[in-house]
Antibody, heavy 119, light 110 residues
Framework: EVQLVQSGAEVKKSGESLKISCKGS????????IGWVRQMPGKGLEWMAIIYPGGSETFYNPSFRGQVTISADKSISTAYLQWSGLKASDTAMYYC????????????WGQGTPVTVSP | QSALTQPASVSGSPGQSITISCTGTGSDVGGYNYVSWYQHHPGKTPKLIIY???DRPSGVSNRFSGSKSGNTASLTISGLQAEDEADYYCSSFTTSRPYVFGTGTKVTVL
């Protein structure tokens, strides 16, 4: 069974750093793209960045380039999203999702990681 | 990379059919047959319901169907049921990468 298990809820202060994770199981980690999606309170879904663990290719939505860093560790089948200086506007739910290389849809999703950043 | 345009809300009575549009450009919706649709119940995980414009994943009701014409993709829900009340998002592969979502549509079952 394919599973994406995300790290737990985070409460941070503005300016702090943060790294959230998404651990995959039940599939070949290196052959699926992993993406991160943001949903701000009361707002829609936004693609942030995607990474291909098999080749370390990464693509960022221009709105998020320079604001976050996506990475992956194949040895432990885990992807990460990190911030070096959080802002209150980073308060949101963050989802990871996967797509088989060669497919262009995201068929499995993590449960979401809520992040709250106080000013 | 602007979000694809969807109507903010669509409503219908049980048993009716509704259609949600998703308008982009030639760099996304119009340029590729890689439009997918996701159903999102608040507090839950998004669920893939249509991929590659009109294909349905195994286990998804055949009441959901997708199509595309030019720069606009559409999702039709036929035989509307109470459980269909949710937010729906289209997503497309884009020339500039990685992907782009639509603005989202809240479906209300009257």
């Amino acid at each position: 069974e394919v599973q994406l298990v995300q790290s737990g809820a985070e409460v941070k202060k503005s300016g702090e750093s943060l790294k959230i994770s998404c651990k995959g199981s039940g599939y070949s980690f290196s052959t699926y793209w992993i993406g991160w999606v943001r949903q701000m309170p009361g707002k829609g879904l936004e693609w942030m960045a995607i990474i291909y663990p098999g080749g370390s290719e990464t693509f960022y939505n221009p709105s998020f380039r320079g604001q976050v860093t996506i990475s992956a560790d194949k040895s432990i089948s885990t992807a990460y999203l990190q911030w070096s200086g959080l802002k209150a506007s980073d308060t949101a739910m963050y989802y990871c999702a996967i797509a088989l290389d060669g497919n262009y849809y995201w068929d499995y999703w993590g449960q979401g990681t809520p992040v709250t950043v106080s000013p | 990379q602007s979000a694809l345009t969807q109507p903010a809300s669509v409503s219908g009575s049980p048993g009716q059919s509704i259609t949600i549009s998703c308008t982009g450009t030639g760099s996304d919706v119009g340029g590729y047959n890689y439009v997918s649709w996701y159903q999102h119940h608040p507090g839950k995980t998004p669920k893939l319901i249509i991929y590659d414009v009109s294909d349905r994943p195994s286990g998804v009701s055949n009441r959901f169907s997708g199509s595309k014409s030019g720069n606009t993709a559409s999702l039709t829900i036929s035989g509307l049921q109470a459980e269909d009340e949710a937010d729906y998002y289209c997503s497309s592969f884009t020339t500039s990468r990685p992907y782009v979502f639509g603005t989202g549509t809240k479906v209300t079952v009257l």
